[in-house]
């Protein structure tokens, strides 16, 4: 390729890369590619495209290269509302387990691949803990169509609903945030001037 066409194409690739999700991570607080042990890769920290890890049950998880966290989290029991389809203290799973295998305070960001643990940067500013009990809740179903306070599941879009190994309808971390997409603040799915996003779901 001439000179001037493969530096045409290495824009356009870049441009791709940018805004493949939304705004892209490029740049985000989940772009890793600065640091030393992240051998200059964006999604390494977190994807691999082979030799992924598997579930505990075998089922895939997004080839995730992470370090899954083994903490026992505390979660969120103060409803107001007595439901009985709501699940009781079960740990957190599906895509909310992969968040906090860095968010939980514990799990160092640079532990993945498998490689060697000598873990040294933790997501300390923005860690949740391992008790979840003043976050919003998760791992939880959301209310069947009807209830007072919630709106209808048609119409939550741009915010969304998880189903994970046999579960459906959760609302977990990926339920508000998109990992890949700083482009409103805090890898929120949408803007959240006035609650806006609260409003997606309650109906207040
Ligand atoms: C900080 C961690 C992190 C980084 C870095 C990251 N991802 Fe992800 N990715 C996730 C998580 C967590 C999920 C699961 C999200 C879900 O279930 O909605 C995911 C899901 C995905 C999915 C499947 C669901 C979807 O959103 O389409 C694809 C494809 C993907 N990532 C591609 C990439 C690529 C390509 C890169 C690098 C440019 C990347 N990711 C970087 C955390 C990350
Ligand atoms: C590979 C580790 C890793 C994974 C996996 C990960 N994060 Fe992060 N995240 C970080 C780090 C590190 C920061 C920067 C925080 C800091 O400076 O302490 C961050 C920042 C954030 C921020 C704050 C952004 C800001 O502007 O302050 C949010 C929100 C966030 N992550 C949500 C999530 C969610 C939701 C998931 C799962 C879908 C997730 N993260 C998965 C490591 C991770
Ligand atoms: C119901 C929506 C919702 C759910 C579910 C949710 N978040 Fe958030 N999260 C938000 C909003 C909104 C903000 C921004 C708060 C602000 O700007 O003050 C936020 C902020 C954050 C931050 C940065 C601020 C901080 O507290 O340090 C992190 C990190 C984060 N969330 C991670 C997570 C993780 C991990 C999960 C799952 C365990 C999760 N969130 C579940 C809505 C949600
Ligand atoms: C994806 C949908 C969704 C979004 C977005 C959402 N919520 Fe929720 N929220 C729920 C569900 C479902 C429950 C649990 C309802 C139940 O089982 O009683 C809940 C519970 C709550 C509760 C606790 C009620 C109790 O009984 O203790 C509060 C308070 C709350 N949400 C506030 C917020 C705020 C503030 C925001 C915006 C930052 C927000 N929610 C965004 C779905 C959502």
Redesign the pocket.
């Known amino acids: 390729m001439r000179r001037g066409a493969w530096v045409a194409f290495s824009i356009l690739v870049a441009v791709f890369a940018a805004t493949a999700f939304g705004g892209g991570i490029v740049g985000t607080g989940h772009d890793f590619s600065s640091e030393v042990w992240s051998e200059g890769r964006i999604c390494l920290p977190c994807h691999v495209p082979h030799d992924a890890q598997t579930d505990d049950d075998g089922s895939t998880m997004v080839l995730w290269n992470h370090s899954v966290t083994n903490e026992t989290f505390t979660m969120y029991s103060g409803f107001v509302l007595e439901r009985l389809d709501r699940d009781q203290d079960e740990q957190?799973g599906g895509a909310?387990k992969l968040?906090?295998s860095c968010?939980d305070g514990a799990t160092a960001v640079d532990a993945f691949g498998g490689g060697p643990e000598s873990p040294s940067m933790y997501?300390t500013?923005?860690?949740?803990g391992t008790d979840?009990r003043d976050?919003?809740?998760?791992g939880i179903q959301y209310p069947p169509d009807g209830l007072a306070g919630f709106k209808p599941r048609a119409n939550l879009s741009p915010?969304k609903l998880v189903s994970w190994g046999g579960r459906t309808d959760r609302?977990?971390?990926t339920?508000?945030?998109e990992p890949h997409s700083d482009d409103f603040?805090?890898?929120?799915r949408m803007d959240?001037t006035g609650s806006a996003?609260?409003l997606q779901?309650h109906d207040k």
């Open positions: 957190p909310s968040c906090l968010h997501a500013d923005t860690s949740l979840l976050d919003h809740p998760i915010v609302v977990e971390c339920s508000c945030h603040g805090m890898f929120l959240n996003l609260c779901c």
